[in-house]
């Protein structure tokens, strides 16, 4: 996420964000109505104050920039304009045992994760991935159609993940002595007037 840190200042700031997570007022186990399953939820985090959250924020704001091709010159241009979507994110919390159940993201353009702590885990064959699962076991197959692989990506603590909110995602249940902390996030068009 942070290019230009070195490994010391992305590990003080994951560690930040780690302890904002684990503290927020909104952190409740297994939150109703979302996909988190053994683990806890915040609700939005950007909505917050605080200085960790703050530089979070505005990164991610020029990644999506960069993503969406939005030249220096646009970039100028929508300082003075209202913006066309919103950004919101949340922290997911994941103790041994704990996944996310299959599930898109509706509303969004593009989501994400953003790997905050990982911990040495252990189980089944990739155990604690992010899963793209390339067929949904309830979804019938058509005709002679071939069964593929899921796309798989093992978290990296200090990595970013970016995917349209479109797909289908999941993460693999895993075993482990600590948690697996992730910040989760949509960019969300905002409806016109």
């Given amino acids: 996420l942070f290019p230009d840190c070195n490994e010391r200042e992305v590990t003080d700031f994951n560690s930040a964000l780690l302890s904002y997570i684990r503290s927020h007022p909104t952190l409740v186990w297994e939150r109703s109505g979302k996909a988190t399953r053994g683990g806890w939820q915040t609700e939005d985090l950007l909505n917050d104050d605080s200085p960790v959250i703050a530089k979070f924020h505005a990164e991610m704001l020029r990644r999506l920039h960069v993503i969406l091709c939005e030249s220096e010159e646009v970039e100028e241009r929508k300082h003075t304009d209202e913006p066309s979507w919103k950004l919101i994110a949340w922290g997911v919390a994941l103790r041994g045992g704990g996944y996310q159940e299959p599930h898109v993201h509706q509303a969004g353009i593009l989501s994400g994760v953003y790997y905050v702590q990982i911990p040495k885990m252990w189980g089944a064959g990739n155990?604690?991935?992010?899963?793209?699962?390339?067929?949904?076991?309830w979804l019938p197959r058509e005709g002679d159609c071939e069964a593929h692989d899921p796309y798989l990506i093992q978290p990296i603590e200090g990595s970013l993940?970016?995917?349209?909110?479109?797909?289908?995602?999941?993460?693999?249940?895993?075993?482990?002595?600590?948690?697996?902390?992730?910040?989760?996030?949509?960019?969300?068009?905002?409806?016109?007037?």
């Fill in 127 to 137: 155990a604690g991935c992010l899963r793209f699962p390339r067929r949904l076991p």
């Fill in 161 to 193: 993940v970016i995917f349209p909110s479109y797909f289908w995602h999941e993460t693999v249940p895993f075993e482990s002595d600590g948690e697996r902390v992730s910040i989760a996030f949509d960019l969300l068009p905002l409806e016109e007037d």
